[in-house]
């Protein structure tokens, strides 16, 4: 069976910093891109980085570039993300997806992690 | 950035509807459009990949289409199990999603 599981997620201060990690299994890792979404309370899914299959290529959101980073281990099969600078508006649950590539229609992501909570809040 | 438009954020359908979700993106983005579910407190799936390929295991009432800009959710006979938020995702240049459209009990 294919699984994500997120953790490292929290009650973090503002400007304080996370990381956060997901460990694969039931795939070959190191043959997919993956991704981290984000979903504030009540709110819809925001892209927020990825990172190509062997790690040698990183793609961020707009906002929050520069305050985030994102690696993987294929050895160990996890994803990480590394949050720094973290704000109240980046409170979210943080889901580490799969992509799934097919040659000419792009790629889409299954599955989903169950997801992971960051609170930031003084 | 592409920016993605889903029309409408909300509506209300019976059970037996059919219901028609509309995703327009700010520039063409060719076939690069995947629909996702999400229903409430549960994680989201993948219903259709690529504006009109139906994942594996996802029930033949759910159809995509579309092309360039403009692309339709289409769900006939929506059943209890269909009530949900849907979101639609480009993965043209770079990746983006929709604002969600929430399908309720009318």
């Known amino acids: 069976e294919v699984q994500l599981v997120e953790s490292g997620g929290g009650l973090v201060r503002p400007g304080g910093s996370l990381r956060l990690t997901c460990a694969a299994s039931?795939?070959?890792?190191?043959?997919?891109?993956m991704h981290w979404v984000r979903q504030a309370p009540g709110e819809g899914l925001v892209w927020v980085s990825c990172?190509?299959?062997?790690?040698?290529?990183?793609y961020y959101a707009e906002s929050m570039k520069g305050r985030i980073a994102i690696s993987r281990d294929n050895a160990k099969d996890t994803l990480y993300l590394q949050m720094n600078s973290l704000r109240a508006e980046d409170t979210a649950v943080y889901y580490c997806?799969?992509?799934?590539?097919?040659?000419?229609?792009?790629?889409?992501?299954?599955?989903w992690g169950q997801g992971t909570l960051v609170t930031v809040s003084s | 950035d592409i920016q993605m438009t889903q029309s409408p954020s909300s509506l209300s359908a019976s059970v037996g509807d059919r219901v028609t979700i509309t995703c327009r993106a700010s520039?063409?983005?060719?076939?690069?459009l995947n629909w996702y579910q999400q229903k409430p407190g549960r994680v989201p799936e993948v219903l259709i990949s690529?504006?009109?390929n139906l994942q594996s295991g996802v029930s033949s009432r759910f159809s995509g289409s579309g092309s360039g800009t403009e692309f339709t959710l289409t769900i006939n006979s929506l059943q209890p199990e269909d009530y949900a938020t849907y979101y639609c995702?480009?993965?043209?240049?770079?990746?983006?999603f929709g604002q969600g459209t929430k399908v309720e009990v009318k």
């Open positions: 690529a504006a009109i």
């Open positions: 997806v799969r992509a799934v590539y097919k040659y000419g229609d792009g790629d889409w992501f299954d599955p």
């Open positions: 990172i190509s299959d062997e790690g040698t290529t990183t």
């Open positions: 995702q480009q993965n043209h240049i770079s990746w983006a």
């Open positions: 520039q063409s983005i060719s076939n690069r």
């Open positions: 039931g795939f070959t890792f190191r043959n997919h891109w």
